[in-house]
């Protein structure tokens, strides 16, 4: 008796959802069907929660030192986008922006993107990868601004790695071009702050290494012309 209770609700359920897909016309079909080719620009925001931190140092003739950090902190970047689509799901390009983070004035990512569209209408799930490079423009953490002597570092630009990826939605009214996008995602960032020592030092430039990677999760909003 109970199945067959359950098989008729799921009978009453399929009905409206059959007409519905009846009553759309070719034309409607139509306009809810995305064509993307050619060239793709827009605008992005993100908001970060920063969870982990790794800062990694190493002097010549001493043993490297690394510290580990859990933690909650804030962050997020606004980016520029430009992209070509070379079918109706892929489209290859790059972004180029600011990201604030709570211990650096500003970071400046530059990577190159890849998105895959599903299905084939135009409110549509999608993947998407980041990876690239990252440029701080001779900046001091504000943990390291006190209190520090600096290893002779007069590079006005310092490169790390960026990766990032995640998922996402896109939303797009049948008679409108403009699309909206919503994601989540993580990154990964490897950074090359200026090497710093506390208290006096007689090393040289070449004779000190440092790298900081930052983990985060992400939120996002985008549009996209």
């Known amino acids: ?10 009978f009453i359920l399929a009905i409206p959802v059959a007409e519905a897909k009846r009553r759309e016309t070719e ?3 139509a306009r809810k ?16 929660l920063i969870f982990y931190e790794m800062d990694y140092m190493k002097i010549k003739g001493q043993p490297s030192q ?3 950090k859990s933690q909650a902190k804030f962050g997020g970047d606004v980016l520029l ?24 004035k500003a970071i400046v990512p530059v990577y190159f993107t890849a998105h895959y569209y599903y299905g084939k209408r135009k409110n549509c799930l999608f993947n998407f990868v980041n990876l690239g490079t990252n440029m701080l423009f001779n900046s001091v953490s504000k943990s390291d601004s006190s209190n520090v002597a600096y290893v002779g570092d007069k590079k006005f630009v310092r490169f790390g790695i960026t990766g990032a990826g995640g998922v996402g939605v896109r939303l797009q009214s049948p008679n409108s071009s403009d699309k909206f996008d919503i994601m989540i995602g993580y990154q990964a960032m490897m950074l090359s702050p200026r090497p710093v020592i506390k208290g ?3 090393y040289q430039l070449q004779d000190v290494k440092r790298k900081e990677l930052n983990q985060q999760v992400f939120i996002g909003l985008g549009i996209s012309f």
């Open 1 to 10: 008796m109970k199945r067959l209770l359950l098989i008729a609700l799921l």
């Open 27 to 29: 034309e409607e079909i």
């Open 33 to 48: 069907t995305r064509n993307y080719e050619g060239w793709e620009w827009g605008a992005s925001a993100r908001a970060s």
């Open 66 to 68: 690394m510290a580990y």
């Open 81 to 104: 986008n430009a992209g070509y689509f070379l079918n109706n799901h892929w489209k290859l390009g790059a972004e180029l922006g600011v990201q604030m983070q709570y211990n650096y």
């Open 200 to 202: 006096s030092f007689g």
